[in-house]
């Protein structure tokens, strides 16, 4: 390769020289962690940047947006650098560039939705782990390798077979929806996919999120409903989900569903139990949890790990010994029984909640703690918060909390989104509580509840460290 098809496969602009500054490595790398021969892709660079990549013998950079003097000092340096329209599409490159060099007879399985990615995402991983099989899979529990708009993804690859040795199993988890201050990377699951090569797609559901890069379901479905276009072979389909049954796939598809689909020969459903071509996979006392939305979690796995040709008997054991990822409906305490899920949206909150209250003893409280999404904008919040006023319950307590004391500058509640909560809960009469932080978030829940009640704590960054803070508190 040489910088000139590289920059025409990216519709990127060469400023600076034409020749790569030094031989290519075959890596894509941040600029903090880049060495001589590496790629660099940012989203914005400026002069010190090109500075310091040519300092480092960088091979060349690649960014959307020059700024502060980056195009004047590449020419200065003859520093090659290559300006993109879209930074998602040299993401999308290194991706396929990193697969194909350094995975290229790997299987690889992308997962995509709005909603049970990671759980799907985790549980396929450690189904194919666990049956001996060489996996890697950009889902942990810290969600911080979940995203593909930078060369986070690209780079792990890369390092992970140069480290460790080839790879039989790619597991990517993909956004539905993906954007760069505040503008649509539109096709972005589409892109993604097709730079996987993925034999295997799983689409979870089709919900409302990220509202601001999208505003209406159909602009998610739009952004969803290419992705099969993209798959070589197998698409595993939420039967139950409406809007994922019209998304238009020739794959060879497998379909899941909380209730027997008996007239479909590619089908894993749930009756009490995990049932697949008229066989119990897996009994109702062998899945590692039973609440609605996580059993829907693992027909999707279970439909991927199908599709891949795994051994039926290697599935089971996979499932029955898997521990879920951080905050996904995970019992943090007994008494009170606390719960912590990651429910961030309209339909997790609704589905969490639900599920939760069938395990509130009778008589007892269901004591809620929900986080604003901070700097997340009105909208998403009112969705939210109204997620909350149609699931709400007469043995229900509600406490609010803005997580000032746990949050950064990119998750600070502002007044509005706080504005937003306070009237759609006053104008449909539903007390609340509010506290500035989490830890009087917590320590108010914790200390109204008694040991027989149950504690639900839903939301996204601001309610991230609440299992920490507990600890201080029980």
Same mark, same amino acid.
């Given at each position: ?7 025409? &496969?990216?519709?990127?602009?060469? #400023? ?9 490595? !075959? ?11 590496? %790629? ?17 013998? %960088? ?5 959307? +947006? ?25 993401? $999308? ?46 889902? @942990? ?25 080839? /790879? ?13 201050? !505040?503008?649509?990377? *539109? ?42 276009? $993209? ?32 007239? &479909? *020969?590619? $089908?894993?459903?749930? @009756? ?5 071509? !008229? =066989?119990?996979?897996?009994?109702? =006392? ?8 996580? %059993?829907?979690?693992? /027909? ?7 599709? /891949? ?5 290697? %599935?089971?054991?996979?499932? #029955?010994?898997?521990?879920?990822? +951080? ?7 007994? #008494? ?29 409280? /269901?004591?809620? $703690?929900?986080?604003?999404?901070? &700097? ?39 007044? =509005? ?11 449909? +009469? ?45």
């Amino acid at each position: 390769m040489n910088i000139q098809d590289l920059a025409n &496969s990216i519709n990127g602009q060469i #400023k600076g020289s034409d020749n790569f500054f030094t031989d290519f490595t !075959g890596r894509f790398l941040f600029l903090n962690n880049a060495s001589k021969g590496d %790629i660099v892709i940012r989203h914005w660079i400026d002069e010190k940047g090109v500075e310091i990549s040519s300092s480092k013998e %960088i091979s060349c950079l690649i960014t959307q +947006n020059p700024k502060d003097g980056a195009l004047e000092k590449a020419e200065e340096l003859n520093f090659p650098l290559i300006v993109v329209d879209k930074i998602e599409l040299a993401s $999308a490159y290194a991706l396929k560039h990193a697969i194909s060099n350094f995975s290229p007879d790997s299987k690889n399985v992308i997962i995509t939705g709005t909603n049970g990615k990671s759980t799907t995402s985790h549980l396929i991983y450690h189904i194919l782990d666990n049956a001996g099989f060489r996996v890697f899979t950009n889902t @942990d529990s810290e969600s911080e390798f979940n995203t593909l708009i930078d060369p986070m993804v690209a780079n792990l690859i890369a390092s992970e077979v140069i480290e460790n040795g080839p /790879l039989d199993y790619l597991v990517i988890e993909v956004s539905e929806v993906q954007g760069w201050l !505040g503008n649509l990377m *539109k096709n972005h699951a589409y892109m993604m996919a097709d730079a996987v090569g993925a034999d295997v797609g799983v689409i979870t559901n089709i919900a409302m999120d990220h509202i601001g890069l999208v505003n209406s379901i159909d602009e998610v479905f739009d952004e969803i409903r290419a992705v099969p276009d $993209a798959i070589k072979d197998s698409l595993i389909l939420n039967h139950d989900d409406e809007l994922v049954m019209k998304v238009e796939s020739s794959k060879n598809n497998y379909y899941c569903s909380m209730s027997p689909l008996e007239d &479909s *020969k590619q $089908a894993v459903y749930y @009756d009490n139990g995990i049932i697949y071509d !008229g =066989e119990v996979i897996l009994k109702d =006392e062998e899945l590692p949890f039973n609440s609605y939305h996580f %059993i829907q979690n693992i /027909l999707s796995a279970v439909g991927a790990c199908i599709a /891949l040709g795994i051994d039926v008997e290697d %599935i089971r054991k996979g499932v #029955k010994s898997y521990k879920s990822l +951080n905050r996904r409906f995970s019992r943090l305490n007994e #008494k009170p029984l606390i719960v912590d899920d990651f429910a961030h949206n309209p339909d997790g909150i609704k589905a969490t909640i639900k599920e939760t209250l069938k395990i509130v003893p009778e008589g007892k409280k /269901l004591h809620v $703690a929900c986080s604003i999404r901070g &700097s997340r904008g009105v909208d998403i919040n009112r969705l939210n918060v109204e997620a909350l006023v149609e699931s709400y319950s007469e043995n229900m307590d509600l406490t609010i909390s803005s997580s000032i004391d746990v949050v950064d500058n990119l998750n600070t509640v502002t007044p =509005e989104e706080k504005e937003v909560f306070f009237n759609t809960l006053n104008k449909n +009469n539903i007390d609340f509580k509010h506290f500035d932080t989490l830890e009087e978030t917590l320590k108010n829940v914790c200390g109204s509840a008694s040991d027989e009640d149950v504690i639900l704590l839903i939301g996204a960054q601001g309610m991230d460290p609440a299992e920490g803070i507990l600890k201080d508190i029980l």
